[in-house]
C-alpha cells in the first residue's frame, strides 16, 4: 500500500488489514479449536470460527461500498497467529488444562487486536460520514468484546480452576 492520502484511504487500508487479519484468525482458531480439551472452551472456539466467517463477509460488503476489493496482509495478526501457534499448540503440554489455559490467552490477544481494528475502522466510517458502516462496525466490535468477555468467563469457571492442580 502506498502512504495514505486521506482519511478514506486509511478506512479502506483498514478494512483489507482487517480481511488478512480475519483470515489469519480464523485458520489458527480451529487448530486452536481442535487441540483444546474444555468442552466449553470448545463451543466457544467454534462460535468464534462462524463468527470471524460473518464479519470478513460484513467487512468486504463494506470496501465494495467503497468502491474496492482484496486484502492487504495484515503483519500484526501474521505476529499473533505465529505466537498462537507456539506457545498454545507447539510448546504448551497437549491435550490437558495447561495448554487450555494457553489457548484461551492467545485467542483473547488476537480478539483484542480485533477491538482495536474494527474499532478504528467504525471511527473512520464516522468521520467519512458513513453512518451505515459506522453501525456495522460497531457491532463487530461488540460481537468481539462479547466473544472476549465469555472467554474470561470460562477461564474463571473452569478452565484456570483446571489447570492450578
Not at 506457545?87 to 495448554?99: F, G
Amino acid at each position: 500500500m502506498s502512504a495514505p492520502k486521506n482519511l478514506e484511504d486509511c478506512y479502506t487500508h483498514e478494512l483489507k488489514d482487517l480481511i488478512s487479519a480475519n483470515d489469519q484468525m480464523k485458520k489458527v482458531v480451529k487448530d486452536l479449536h481442535d487441540a483444546a480439551e474444555n468442552d466449553d472452551l470448545k463451543s466457544m472456539l467454534k462460535k468464534t470460527i462462524d463468527g470471524i466467517e460473518k464479519h470478513t463477509q460484513t467487512t468486504e460488503q463494506l470496501l465494495a461500498d467503497c468502491g474496492e476489493s482484496g486484502k492487504e496482509h495484515c503483519k500484526g495478526m501474521e505476529g499473533l497467529v505465529k505466537e498462537a501457534r507456539k506457545h498454545a499448540l507447539e510448546e504448551a503440554p497437549h491435550l490437558n488444562a495447561v495448554q487450555d489455559v494457553v489457548i484461551l490467552t492467545q485467542y483473547q490477544r488476537m480478539c483484542h487486536y480485533g477491538i482495536c481494528g474494527f474499532g478504528s475502522a467504525a471511527a473512520f466510517a464516522e468521520g467519512l460520514c458513513k453512518s451505515d458502516h459506522a453501525d456495522k462496525l460497531d457491532q463487530i466490535t461488540a460481537d468481539i468484546y462479547g466473544s472476549d468477555e465469555e472467554m474470561t468467563k470460562v477461564a474463571e469457571s473452569c478452565v484456570n480452576l483446571a489447570a492450578k492442580a
